[in-house]
């Protein structure tokens, strides 16, 4: 069994930074991609930035320039540095990521999510 455990939401002023950590564990036996996606109250999940084995990222144009994901391949943790945060970052932050099993069946994993609020 596979689990993603988030931490490091919180609240925070405008301008404000914060860090998000993923880690996964259990059976695996690979990881291919991890990603951030975050939804807002009423509003659909969308992508943040997600991170490939290689070290490419891609990054929501909202919030290119201000975050930075990264991933400790050997510890299966992806992070997501959140510098100028705005309140429009306020979301619960949600952790994936694509994981092959010892019988390397494949499939996609989500944290329970955590939250992040920025104030004005």
């Known amino acids: 069994q596979v689990q993603l455990v988030e931490s490091g939401g919180g609240l925070v002023q405008a301008g404000g930074s914060l860090t998000l950590s993923c880690a996964a564990s259990g059976s695996i036996f690979s990881i291919a991609a991890m990603g951030w996606y975050r939804q807002a109250p009423g509003k659909q999940r969308e992508l943040v930035a997600r991170i490939n084995r290689a070290g490419d990222a891609n ?3 909202s919030v290119k320039g201000r975050f930075t994901i990264s991933r400790f391949t050997a ?3 992806v992070y997501l540095q959140m510098n100028s945060l705005k309140p429009e970052d306020t979301a619960v932050y949600y952790c994936n990521a694509d994981i092959a099993d010892y019988g390397l069946d494949s499939s ?3 944290g329970q999510g955590t939250q992040v609020t920025v104030s004005s």
Request: glycine share 0%.
């Open 59 to 61: 990054y929501a144009d």
């Open 75 to 77: 510890k299966n943790t």
């Open 108 to 110: 996609l994993y989500w």
